[in-house]
């Protein structure tokens, strides 16, 4: 398998990801995702990233099997507070991180922050912000 940076031929497939994310949640807690608002928010997605990847303050990974893309993360890079630790405003925002069902378990998700904590780090970046599902929380431990 082969991980790289995303481009704007995996914004489609990212936005899917996104999307997948937000349903298998629900579906956790016996919901179901309206599938117009789900909708909307892959839309929403799509144009988020097609306008930020380009201009680089969101940064996308992939992993692909083959032709097969089966494990997607990104950061979008924001401007916050300076800290006593942190004098740097920019901050990265770790998001919509999603591994297909059948390559669960093959720590894909800890290549892909692997790769982002990389990219902060080059860029000096020191915080990395993530708000975790219940189902992702082991992996950022």
């Known amino acids: 398998m082969n991980i790289s940076e995303a481009t704007r031929d995996d914004i489609e497939q990212l936005a899917i990801h996104h999307r997948k994310i937000f349903e298998e949640i629900w579906e956790k807690k016996s ?68 591994t297909e069902k059948e390559f669960r378990g093959r720590h894909l998700a800890q290549q892909i922050i692997k790769k982002a904590i990389q990219y902060c780090k080059e860029n000096g970046i020191n915080r990395i912000i993530l708000n975790a599902s219940d189902a992702g929380k082991p992996i950022y431990i």
């Open 31 to 98: 919901l179901k995702l309206d599938a117009a608002k789900a909708q909307e928010m892959e839309k929403a997605y799509t144009d988020k990233l097609e306008k930020q990847i380009p201009g680089g303050s969101c940064k996308a990974w992939v992993v692909n099997n083959g032709n097969q893309l089966v494990a997607s993360g990104a950061i979008s890079i924001v401007s916050y507070v300076p800290v006593p630790s942190d004098p740097n405003h920019n901050i990265a925002f770790l998001h919509s991180m999603y």
